[in-house]
Structures are given as structure tokens and as C-alpha cells.
């Protein structure tokens, strides 16, 4: 029952808490409490997708600041949240996790009184932290409250949080948007958030690792320095194309800023007193190593539905934010049918035969996708969407229970965390290949050249600008080429989502061991 946000659940380093403390009844609100919190960070997530469209025109952002929108937010997540798992054992999980909860709400409410893109990727950025925080020491919280013989109905009821937000988000996203300020849909985090500190406080313990870890400040800000650097490139590629020098050098520099993380953590490995921050080791596992790669394919091809499809339903077919976010409900409702039986699927089939079905599903849901014009009906488009997120459900929660299945006790920690912080670059890597697709081919398809050079400059920055430029002249033929070419735009993108999904069933046949994931686990 794993997904993107699902896979939250799971933190660095809880391997080490040994000590169950009993707090009688009480850990049940406390665990409560903790979902709560969790639920903010989930349902700021899925919100965000729906809220492009009206950011696009209240920030006067252009496509590329869309992109980072989504992009710097599961950027930050998945680089902090190995730095967030040491920092816990270091220096007390319940303090980190107070840290992150009172950071989030900062971010919250940056993010509502945002009056450019500057101000609101720097609140986007905040929050990516303080949800890193929030994530990794979740079920640290949980380890503590609950004996093992609890901990799975206490993670059940955890992750039941994680599953509400994703039809949550965009229908209550939907509906603020279209009756109330757009800031409230930031804003709603921060009543529960503070119920989350005021319950953290009273009802969760303190706890630490009993042997303090050394910190990687080398580790930490070259693997952090090197994924931004990468991503943006790739949003650069895609707002200026990929011949523009800058996007190339700052790949090429990211790649290398990784590489030399990768060697800096292999040498550390071998020193008898060195303690790195990524256990090189644990990839040594075929299982635990296709897994976590798998898992972020999945992510990275179905981010193309999530942040190309709110724009579809607004820019081209006219919908306000609430009818967008009650349009992805198929993906949603596929998701959980994907998910739910995945266990059982899994230990009839076996993992490799499972993801390899999920991946299949993506690619023929994103196959159909690639066929959506401005005239599809609803059917057609709810119908390919619901194949999409049944592929998605299969495919990801196996990959990470193939994964997770290889962890000894004492690497179950650091394991986790490592499948999550992967798992969360496929969301930014996903957004800046898939919109860096749209990008150019919207570009290729629009006509400006009759157009003065500031209505030609909103025509090509995004659809949104386009459709507005073309309502304010009243020109139905702009109208008419500029949704034409945003379709074909996210068509090319929904055709590389496939493309994507087809390597994932590949690798899926070619590297993931046959072995029953969750069946072994029991």
C-alpha cells in the first residue's frame, strides 16, 4: 500500500530505537496527532496541482515557474530527508520533528501571502524542509508509541492518512479555489499543524540513537548541490531549449557534483571510523537496488498526468479548480485499486511479474493518453487516467516492498530512507523531463509572429497566457492555435510518460528478482 506520498511513512535511522515506551490509550490520539500532521504535508502536495492554473495568472507565472513550483518543493523533500534522518538520531527526534512541524506552518502562510514566483518558490522551498522533518520522524513517533505487535495497525492507520489526501487535495483544493482566496488553500495547514505541536509535545517521548552519529557535511551538500543543480538544467532545457549552453552546463556540473558524492561516500565506507551518510553496501542487493529504481521510474512517468492534466482541464476545456480536481479522481481511484491488492497480487505472481504488469498498465494508459484532443469526451479521458493510476498502484508498491524486504534490522533505517529520498527525485526529474516536453512542443506548434512583442511573449510563456492574450482580443483563431498547441504539447509529453513506462517494464523483467516480496516478508 506504498505511493508517493504513502512511502512518506517510512524514516532514517528508527532502526535504532529499541525502547517502546507506554502511554496506555493516549498513544492512540498521539498517533492521531502525528497523522494529522502528515495529512498537511500530503494534501500540500496534491493541492499544488490543482492550484497551477490560478497561480499561473494571480503570480504572473510563466511555465517554467510552474514547473519549479512542483519541482523545488520534491527536490528539497528528497534531498533533506536523509540529513533529516541523522539530525534526528543526533540530536532527538521529537525535537526535529517540532522544528519541522512549526517551519511548516512559517512556510504555510509565506506561501498564502506570496505576491510573486520568487517569494512563493522560496515558501515552496521552506516547506520541502520542514515536510522532509515532519516525514522521517512520523514513524520514529511510531516506533516509540507502539509495541512491534501494534506497529501495524498503528502504520495502517498512518498511512490511511496519506491515502485521504490524495482525492482530498484536489477536491478541497478545487473548491477553495473556486469560492474563496486562493491563500486559503496554503493556509488550511497551519490549524493543523498547531494541533500536531500541541499533541507532539504532550504525548510524544524523546528519543535518540544511544551512540550519537557522526555528520557527512560533504555528503550532504554535494548530494543536495548536485540533484538541483541537474534539475535545473532541465527546466532551463525546457524554457530555452535543450541547444542552450547554461541548461547543458549546469547538467553536466550536477552529474559531476553526484558522481563525486558517490566516491566521497566510498571512501568514507572503507575508513574503519568513517561514517558515511549513504550506505553504499545496501545496494549490493539486487532486490533492494531495482526496487528503489523502479519505484522512482513509476514516479517519474506519472508525474506527467499529475502536472500536465490540471492544466488541460483549465486551459483548454475551460474548467474552474474544483472541476480539475474532481477530474482526476479516475487517476486517484486507480491508484488505490492498484495498491490495495498489490500484496496479494505479489505473492501469487511475484514481484517481477507485478511491477512489470504496473509498468505495463502506465504505458498503455499514457499510450491512450497521447491520443486526447480538445474534443475527447470525459469518458475517454477518465478512462485512461484510471489505467494510469492502476499501473501506478501495482508498480510502485511492489518496487518498494521489493526493496524493503532485503533490509536486515539494523539497515532498515537507512534503507527506508534511501527508497524515499529516490523515490521523491523521481517527482522534480519527472515534472522537468515530461513539462520541458510540453514546453517545447507547445512552442513549436504556436504562431506569434503577427502578435506585439508583449502579447507574443504571454502567448509563449504558457497556456494560461495564451488564452487570456486571445480572450482580451477577442481573436477565436489564437484561441483556437494556442489550445491546439498546448494538446499537442502535452500529447508529445504523455507519449514520453509511456516511453518511460516501457523502460520501467524492461528493467522490470530484466533486473528484478522473481522472489515473492511480500510473502518472504512474512
Given amino acids: 500500500?506504498?505511493?508517493?506520498?504513502?512511502?512518506?511513512?517510512?524514516?532514517?535511522?528508527?532502526?535504532?530505537?529499541?525502547?517502546?515506551?507506554?502511554?496506555?490509550?493516549?498513544?492512540?490520539?498521539?498517533?492521531?496527532?502525528?497523522?494529522?500532521?502528515?495529512?498537511?504535508?500530503?494534501?500540500?502536495?496534491?493541492?499544488?496541482?490543482?492550484?497551477?492554473?490560478?497561480?499561473?495568472?494571480?503570480?504572473?507565472?510563466?511555465?517554467?515557474?510552474?514547473?519549479?513550483?512542483?519541482?523545488?518543493?520534491?527536490?528539497?523533500?528528497?534531498?533533506?530527508?536523509?540529513?533529516?534522518?541523522?539530525?534526528?538520531?543526533?540530536?532527538?527526534?521529537?525535537?526535529?520533528?517540532?522544528?519541522a512541524l512549526s517551519l511548516f506552518a512559517?512556510?504555510?502562510?509565506?506561501?498564502?501571502?506570496?505576491?510573486?514566483?520568487?517569494?512563493?518558490?522560496?515558501?515552496?522551498?521552506?516547506?520541502?524542509?520542514a515536510g522532509a522533518g515532519v516525514i522521517v520522524m512520523a514513524i520514529s513517533a511510531l516506533t516509540v508509541l507502539f509495541s512491534k505487535e501494534e506497529r501495524p495497525k498503528a502504520v495502517g492507520v498512518w498511512a490511511a492518512a496519506n491515502f485521504v489526501a490524495l482525492p482530498l487535495?484536489?477536491?478541497?483544493?478545487?473548491?477553495?479555489?473556486?469560492?474563496?482566496?486562493?491563500?486559503?488553500?496554503?493556509?488550511?495547514?497551519?490549524?493543523?499543524?498547531?494541533?500536531?505541536?500541541?499533541a507532539v509535545t504532550a504525548l510524544v517521548p524523546e528519543s535518540r540513537a544511544a551512540q550519537r552519529p557522526g555528520l557527512d557535511p560533504i555528503g550532504m551538500a554535494s548530494s543536495s548541490t548536485g540533484l538541483v543543480a541537474v534539475t535545473y538544467g532541465l527546466i532551463k532545457a525546457g524554457q530555452d531549449g535543450w541547444t542552450d549552453i547554461a541548461a547543458l552546463l549546469s547538467m553536466a556540473a550536477g552529474i559531476l557534483v553526484l558522481v563525486g558524492f558517490f566516491q566521497w561516500e566510498r571512501r568514507l565506507s572503507r575508513r574503519p571510523d568513517g561514517q558515511p551518510l549513504l550506505d553504499l553496501t545496501l545496494?549490493?542487493?539486487?532486490?533492494?537496488?531495482?526496487?528503489?529504481?523502479?519505484?522512482?521510474?513509476?514516479?517519474?512517468?506519472?508525474?506527467?498526468?499529475?502536472?500536465?492534466?490540471?492544466?488541460?482541464?483549465?486551459?483548454?476545456?475551460?474548467?474552474?479548480?474544483?472541476?480539475?480536481?474532481?477530474?482526476?479522481?479516475?487517476?486517484?481511484?486507480?491508484?488505490?485499486?492498484?495498491?490495495?491488492?498489490?500484496?496479494?497480487?505479489?505473492?501469487?505472481?511475484?514481484?517481477?511479474?507485478?511491477?512489470?504488469?504496473?509498468?505495463?498498465?502506465?504505458?498503455?494508459?499514457?499510450?491512450?493518453?497521447?491520443?486526447?484532443?480538445?474534443?475527447?469526451s470525459g469518458?475517454?479521458?477518465?478512462?485512461?487516467?484510471?489505467?494510469?493510476?492502476?499501473?501506478?498502484?501495482?508498480?510502485?508498491?511492489?518496487?518498494?516492498?521489493?526493496?524493503?524486504t532485503e533490509l536486515s534490522e539494523e539497515r532498515s533505517g537507512v534503507g527506508s530512507a534511501v527508497l524515499q529520498a529516490v523515490n521523491k527525485v523521481g517527482g522534480p526529474f519527472g515534472t522537468a523531463i515530461l513539462g520541458a516536453v510540453l514546453t517545447s512542443g507547445y512552442l513549436s506548434r504556436i504562431d506569434v509572429?503577427?502578435?506585439?512583442?508583449?502579447?507574443?511573449?504571454?502567448?509563449?510563456?504558457?497556456?494560461?497566457?495564451?488564452?487570456?492574450?486571445?480572450e482580451r482580443s477577442g481573436s477565436a483563431s489564437l484561441l483556437e492555435s494556442v489550445r491546439t498547441a498546448f494538446v499537442h504539447g502535452m500529447d508529445t509529453s504523455l507519449l514520453a510518460a509511456t516511453g518511460i513506462a516501457v523502460v520501467g517494464f524492461g528493467l522490470a523483467l530484466l533486473f528484478l528478482p522473481q522472489g515473492n516480496s511480500h510473502a518472504e516478508s512474512r
Fill in 449 to 470: 509572429s503577427a502578435l506585439p512583442p508583449d502579447a507574443a511573449t504571454m502567448v509563449r510563456e504558457s497556456v494560461f497566457g495564451g488564452v487570456s492574450v486571445a
Fill in 283 to 376: 545496494f549490493q542487493s539486487a532486490s533492494f537496488m531495482w526496487g528503489v529504481i523502479l519505484a522512482a521510474v513509476a514516479v517519474l512517468a506519472m508525474i506527467g498526468g499529475l502536472f500536465t492534466m490540471p492544466q488541460y482541464f483549465q486551459g483548454v476545456l475551460g474548467t474552474d479548480a474544483m472541476g480539475s480536481g474532481i477530474r482526476l479522481l479516475p487517476l486517484i481511484a486507480g491508484l488505490v485499486v492498484g495498491a490495495v491488492p498489490a500484496d496479494r497480487l505479489a505473492s501469487r505472481l511475484g514481484a517481477k511479474v507485478t511491477v512489470a504488469l504496473g509498468f505495463a498498465f502506465l504505458a498503455v494508459g499514457f499510450a491512450f493518453g497521447s491520443f486526447t484532443s480538445a474534443d475527447s
Fill in 169 to 198: 487535495g484536489p477536491i478541497l483544493g478545487g473548491w477553495l479555489l473556486s469560492h474563496y482566496w486562493w491563500g486559503w488553500v496554503f493556509l488550511l495547514n497551519v490549524p493543523v499543524v498547531l494541533i500536531g505541536i500541541v
Fill in 106 to 129: 512559517v512556510g504555510s502562510i509565506a506561501s498564502a501571502y506570496s505576491t510573486s514566483p520568487t517569494g512563493f518558490l522560496a515558501a515552496r522551498v521552506i516547506l520541502g524542509l
Fill in 1 to 99: 500500500m506504498t505511493d508517493p506520498i504513502m512511502n512518506d511513512a517510512v524514516s532514517a535511522n528508527t532502526s535504532k530505537i529499541t525502547v517502546t515506551t507506554d502511554l496506555g490509550p493516549r498513544r492512540w490520539w498521539a498517533l492521531g496527532a502525528v497523522s494529522l500532521a502528515v495529512l498537511a504535508v500530503g494534501l500540500d502536495g496534491t493541492i499544488l496541482s490543482v492550484a497551477l492554473p490560478t497561480l499561473a495568472d494571480t503570480l504572473h507565472a510563466s511555465e517554467s515557474d510552474l514547473q519549479w513550483f512542483s519541482s523545488a518543493y520534491f527536490l528539497v523533500l528528497a534531498a533533506a530527508m536523509l540529513p533529516a534522518g541523522l539530525l534526528g538520531d543526533r540530536y532527538g527526534r521529537k525535537k526535529l520533528m517540532l522544528i
Fill in 379 to 404: 469518458a475517454f479521458v477518465a478512462g485512461w487516467m484510471a489505467l494510469v493510476g492502476l499501473g501506478m498502484g501495482l508498480a510502485m508498491s511492489t518496487s518498494a516492498s521489493a526493496a524493503l
